[in-house]
């Protein structure tokens, strides 16, 4: 059992999240999905090897978390996964300040030890109190189980995928089971639904509905507007699911039941989504791609430096209120030489040969099970 209390703290998450039962998705396997949101600009993925007992995974660390402590989403050798979102509506206590935002500890913890959904409730009921969390951590497992736990510093409130006749749970920064009309991501989250409705009354989600449209689309439920193709040059920065503070979006894209849990595959794009290339992660020896490993003397990711070099010329406004306007010309123009445009093409191919690669590895992971 580790000591939360002896962990440094690391910034919460904000955050728009999903998780989706199979039944909707093109391939019948489970999706958990989250589009980042930190004032921490410097994503890295990183393997951390199976010791002392304790399960290999993968995962999205702070450039800055020099020891690994804390991930902000991730999976394993087993095919558990699991990610979070900041809640805003849950605690009502007197934790000091100094003694929260240890969400990505907990879910380190849990990578290094889940299989399954049930397992990481036990480890909610295991560890000590106050857990110094207010999130809603969602999950899945290689069973094609999923939840989420909007869980607080003594207590969660459990939301089984299996219970959702939608088949899709989405979360932003207010728990459904807290403290009604507070916390954060009202808009964000009518955003998501709307922009998800095709995809799940035609059951075809996929990773790259996620990647590829909720995080790269510029649609704002209240105005009743998608800004993609308005023909505007400058947009306030006010409520999009991909916001000046997100700094990645990731898919894990979990296996049927009885597939090899190894086949588990993390589709991630590091920094700003609008200007993000998809790689494909998997567990495993070369699984993460050099470029998204912290690699440089700062432990960056030399993909996420490049990205944020892009994202400095959409909001390349720096005197006054600057921050807060979008240069939509650079993401998309007329010309169809926007970052989205050019790079919505390079991740689709991305995907084919992710999954032209899967095929390959289930074909290997079938024969070995022959012999």
């Known amino acids: 059992m580790i000591l939360l209390a002896a962990v440094v703290a690391l910034a919460a998450d904000c955050c728009t999240s999903a998780i ?3 039944r909707l998705t093109a391939n019948g396997r489970p999706l958990l999905w989250k589009n980042r949101d930190t004032n921490d600009q410097n994503n890295r993925i990183e393997r951390i090897k199976a010791h002392d007992g304790l399960l290999e995974f993968v995962a999205l660390f702070d450039a800055r978390d020099s020891r690994d402590t804390a991930a902000w989403m991730g999976m394993n050798e087993r095919g558990f996964a699991i990610m979070n979102t900041a809640s805003y509506n849950l605690n009502d206590d007197n934790v000091p300040e100094r003694d929260m935002d240890r969400e990505g500890v907990v879910m380190r913890y849990a990578l290094e030890r889940c299989t399954t959904v049930d397992d990481f409730e036990r480890v909610l009921e295991q ?3 106050p857990l110094g969390v ?11 189980h999923g939840a989420y736990f909007e869980t607080g510093n003594y207590k969660w409130t ?5 219970d959702e006749p939608t ?12 403290r009604e009309g507070q916390g954060m991501g009202y808009i964000r989250h009518d955003n998501e639904r709307e922009l998800l409705r095709p995809y799940v009354v035609q059951c075809n989600i996929t990773p790259a509905t996620f990647t590829e449209v909720l995080s790269r689309t510029f649609y704002h439920s209240r105005m009743r507007r998608n800004y993609n193709d308005s023909g505007l040059e ?20 979990g296996v049927l039941p009885g597939e090899d849990p190894s086949l588990t595959t993390m ?5 700003y989504p609008p200007c993000a290339e998809v790689f494909a992660v998997w567990t495993g020896e070369g699984g993460v791609p050099e470029v998204l490993r912290g690699t440089t003397s700062r432990r960056h990711s030399v993909q996420c430096d490049l990205v944020n070099k892009r994202e400095a010329e959409v909001f390349s406004i720096t005197r006054g209120n600057g921050q807060h306007y979008i ?3 650079k993401l998309y123009n007329k010309e169809g030489t926007g970052y989205v445009q050019v790079l919505t093409r390079k991740n689709i191919e991305t995907y084919r040969a992710g999954y032209a690669e899967l095929a390959r590895r289930r074909s290997m992971c079938a024969k070995k099970s022959k012999n």
Do not use: C, H, M
């Open 327 to 329: 240069n939509l010309s």
């Open 127 to 129: 560890l000590p109190k």
């Open 234 to 253: 400058w947009l306030v920065d006010q409520d999009f699911i991909p916001r000046r503070i997100s700094t990645a979006t990731i898919v894990i894209e």
């Open 158 to 162: 459990k939301y089984d995928l299996a």
């Open 20 to 22: 989706v039962s199979g």
């Open 267 to 271: 589709w991630a794009a590091l920094g």
């Open 167 to 178: 088949g899709i749970l989405t979360r932003t920064n207010y728990s459904v089971s807290g």
């Open 134 to 144: 207010e999130a809603n951590f969602g999950v899945i497992d290689a069973q094609g």
